[in-house]
């Protein structure tokens, strides 16, 4: 597609209800070329409900979504789209009674598979099996190359990962990355933060249905500021160490921990009024910029997890 085409995906006040329950609500947001983006939120909070809208499997309440520029309740415009198109569902479905390469070969037909063979070296499965047979992780394997064998422009996924051992994670972040410096773009909702860091140039954060950040990783990462965790001789309640400056105080098995602005001041004027007996001071890292959205909401907490590839830079 030419520079001038459309943005992959724009959402304009998109809202569905199921009855009374909300889905998503006002949700605006635009995707743009070439770019990976990370659709960010525990489970429940809306991002299935968000992508099911855009692929037309469910009609919004109000509002309007378009991929490529296409509406998404316009059948004839959704289905020119969906040439362009490759999308991950989390729960890969398959018909059982046929095998991996009849699987590929249908969607072949449809689609094209350029990168048919490519693809399989990297992801490979077992085709002369029935996918009744297929583990967790081959009927993943498989639906990425059908994804992403026609090479789309636009690629959108349901937590892709799951179901992946970790180094055929790897090999798809490779995949994600090649896609991004090929111009292409890639949507996709997860709840690993270890992926956020790792992926994604610019990140939507949903809650209860609704939007409630938009930026890159590293205007969120640099905005979450510094972790203070203290151990004081006394015993005073987490608000009296709040002060301008500080997002939030916790407090747990004796420590308290503050999430404040790089300027330590402040916190060194508070901490004098108690006898300090340890304290640690360090960045903050995504999973405490996503405990600050999250932690302590009526969700019931952040529903996130943190992977042993979270420990990168």
Request: hydrophobic share 35%.
């Amino acid at each position: 597609m030419g520079s001038d085409s459309p943005d992959p995906i724009e959402l304009d006040s998109l809202t569905k209800y199921y009855g009374d329950v909300r889905g998503v609500e006002s949700l605006s947001f635009t995707v743009e070329r070439g770019e990976s983006f990370g659709f960010l939120g525990p489970n429940g909070a809306g991002k299935s409900t968000a992508i099911r809208v855009l692929l037309g499997l469910l009609k919004p309440t109000e509002g309007t979504a378009s991929l490529m520029g296409r509406d998404v309740t316009d059948r004839n415009e959704l289905r020119d789209a969906k040439r362009h198109l490759g999308y991950l569902p989390s729960d890969v479905a398959f018909y059982d009674r046929v095998t991996g390469a009849d699987v590929l070969d249908h969607f072949g037909r449809l689609r094209g598979d350029v990168r048919r063979e490519e693809l399989l070296e990297r992801f490979p499965v077992p085709l002369d099996r029935n996918v009744k047979a297929y583990s967790s992780g081959n009927r993943q394997k498989l639906a990425i190359v059908a994804a992403f064998m026609h090479e789309p422009d636009l690629a959108i996924m349901d937590e892709p990962t799951a179901g992946l051992d970790p180094l055929v994670q790897n090999e798809f972040y490779e995949l994600l990355a090649e896609r991004r410096d090929a111009g292409r773009t890639s949507f996709f909702s997860s709840h690993i933060l270890s992926e956020v860091r790792r992926v994604c140039d610019r990140v939507g954060i949903i809650r209860n249905g609704r939007l409630i950040e938009l930026d890159t990783v590293e205007n969120i990462l640099a905005e979450g500021g510094t972790i203070a965790t203290v151990r004081l001789a006394e015993e005073p309640p987490a608000a009296a160490l709040e002060f301008e400056g500080v997002a939030r105080v916790d407090r747990r098995d004796g420590e308290y921990r503050l999430v404040l602005a790089r300027e330590f001041d402040a916190l060194i004027d508070r901490l004098h009024e108690y006898t300090v007996l340890e304290m640690e001071v360090r960045e903050a890292s995504i999973e405490d910029v996503f405990m600050h959205f999250y932690g302590g909401g009526d969700e019931g907490g952040a529903d996130f997890e943190a992977t042993e590839g979270d420990t990168e830079p």
